[in-house]
């Protein structure tokens, strides 16, 4: 296991600074003037614009501008806006926010995931079945953005039962709804895939076998047929984590929650550029580790795989 896990961290590295360079090359090199709106409604003169390129080394190739930043980062400094505001502290005032949203998503989408999933998957075919059909169909079919309008206009506004919008604190219940609506889709999806890898295996021989010893039905679940039922849904929970964070978007802007996704957008709609490509390297790391972290649950579900 120990050599396994020195080999998967030094295959990161290569993946990691190839994402990270093509995100470089890709965001810098996006069409249009940086300092565009920078200085009113004139144009910027030549003279802030030059000292802005010389400040942040923007004549450099942009091999040379990559191999800066790598350098600074692995220093800790995430660099500066065009403004003077340490990226550094942007993140890090954002990113708790949504990490805890998404945290929040990923154990409501696992719960009701999952549990819808090996209900049907045990009895097929029934109400039970069709209804957490349709209803995953449903939240499939429907832009989060719908989603999340509806929740807030009838939750929170009508009905009174949680506030429209999160409060600075973040506190839990308030992000019992954005997390629903955030993760609804990827629940839909767990309870799908849960459902159709339940179906398959309890059909498997050593469930027959589990049966016929004569144990309890409970334990033919809990212990054979639900634990190599979950890889496939380890593998989407395990991914889904960083997919959440970075498509958070839409939910905090509906709920109002100062996250990545909300900086992200602003610093798009503003090019700040620098911004972009930080948080979207943590994003990256969030990516790389999660994956690492499946490959090597799989080994704790399934005893019969071994990692040398």
């Not at 349709?134 to 079919?141: G, H, K, N, R, Y």
């Not at 604190?169 to 990827?186: D, H, K, Q, W, Y």
């Not at 969030?286 to 690492?292: A, I, R, S």
Request: include cysteine; proline fraction near 4%.
């Amino acid at each position: 296991m120990g050599r396994y896990l020195l080999r998967r961290l030094l295959q990161l590295v290569p993946v990691f600074i190839g994402t990270t360079f093509l995100l470089y090359w890709l965001v810098w090199k996006v069409p249009g003037d940086p300092f565009a709106g920078k200085c009113g409604e004139r144009p910027c003169p030549d003279s802030f614009v030059n000292m802005m390129k010389d400040k942040f080394k923007l004549d450099e190739p942009l091999i040379v501008q990559y191999g800066n930043y790598m350098k600074n980062l692995f220093q800790g400094d995430f660099g500066q806006t065009w403004g003077g505001r340490d990226i550094g502290d942007i993140i890090a005032t954002s990113y708790p926010n949504t990490l805890k949203l998404a945290l929040v998503a990923l154990a409501i989408e696992a719960l009701i995931g999952l549990t819808a999933g090996v209900l049907t998957g045990l009895r097929r075919n029934g109400f039970l079945d069709n209804l957490v059909l349709v209803s995953s169909l449903f939240l499939i079919a429907l832009p989060i953005f719908v989603i999340g309008f509806v929740a807030q206009w009838l939750l929170g506004v009508q009905l009174h039962i949680v506030e429209p919008t999160v409060s600075n604190e973040m506190r839990l219940s308030e992000l019992i709804v954005p997390g629903f609506v955030l993760g609804s889709a990827s629940m839909a999806y767990i309870a799908r895939l849960a459902r159709t890898s339940i179906a398959e295996n309890r059909r498997a021989d050593y469930v027959r076998t589990a049966i016929a010893k004569g144990l309890p039905m409970r334990r033919v679940v809990g212990v054979h047929l639900l634990r190599n039922s979950l890889i496939p849904v380890v593998t989407l929970l395990g991914t889904d984590l960083g997919a959440l964070m970075g498509g958070a978007i839409v939910t905090e802007g509906i709920f109002r929650i100062n996250g990545i996704g909300q900086q992200v957008y602003r610093a798009i709609v503003t090019k700040e550029s620098a911004t972009v490509v930080s948080i979207v390297v943590v994003l990256v790391v969030v990516y790389l580790l999660m994956n690492l972290l499946v490959d090597l649950l799989y080994a704790a579900l399934d005893p019969r795989i071994r990692y040398e």
